[in-house]
């Protein structure tokens, strides 16, 4: 049985084109829908491409950060997705957005969470002297980058390299983990409990299922 998937983005849509490589016989993840705040949005082009519906829904023409939200969760419903899935989506959630959508809702942040929540996060771990960095899946909740991880990827930071680099290396892990998190969540294995996120029926750590490289 597919498991239908709803793809927010803002940008480019990297992400999102690694989701739709992913895609295949095996994969029960689908992607029905691509959702973009951002008709400029070149994510828009590469969902085009791979025969995927689009829909652009403007934040600037609603009066407030609800009443877009209202209008973002009745366009996605209408998709009726299984998963709803954050790739590059610029926009702070309301609460009420994410208790809608809660234990279906993923995110990927460029960082090994918690450390290093909100923006800047490349920047960030090179001025802290940091000897690791990397990316997160996780489901959302309330707290800005806050929620249970589902799996990180972690790779050294070399003494030579610029930020730019770093970020690079850091763009190829997030193409690596988020389609094998969105495919965990398609197969049934993924799933967010009481007690946070689960693998395979068993609790992860705080640090979800950790890839290092």
Known sequence: MPCNVVVLISGSGSNLQALIDSQSDSNPARIGAVISNRADAYGLQRAQAAGIPTQVLSHREFAD?????????????????????????????????????????????????????????????????????????????????????????????????????????????????????????????LRLGEQGAMLDGEKLPVSGHLIRT
Request: with cysteine.
């Open 65 to 189: 950060r609800e009443a877009f939200d209202a209008a973002l969760m009745a366009a996605i419903d209408a998709f009726q997705p299984d998963l709803v899935v954050l790739a590059g989506f610029m926009r702070i959630l309301t609460p009420g957005f994410v208790r809608h959508y809660q234990g279906r809702l993923l995110n990927i942040h460029p960082s090994l969470l918690p450390r290093h929540k909100g923006l800047d996060t490349h920047n960030r771990a090179v001025a802290a002297g940091d000897a690791e960095h990397g990316c997160s899946v996780h489901f959302v909740t309330e707290e800005l980058d806050g929620g249970p991880v589902a799996i990180q990827a972690a790779i050294p930071i070399r003494p030579d390299e610029s930020v730019a680099q770093l970020t690079d290396r850091v763009h190829v892990e997030e193409h690596r983990i988020y389609p094998l998190a969105v495919r965990w969540f398609a197969e049934g294995r």
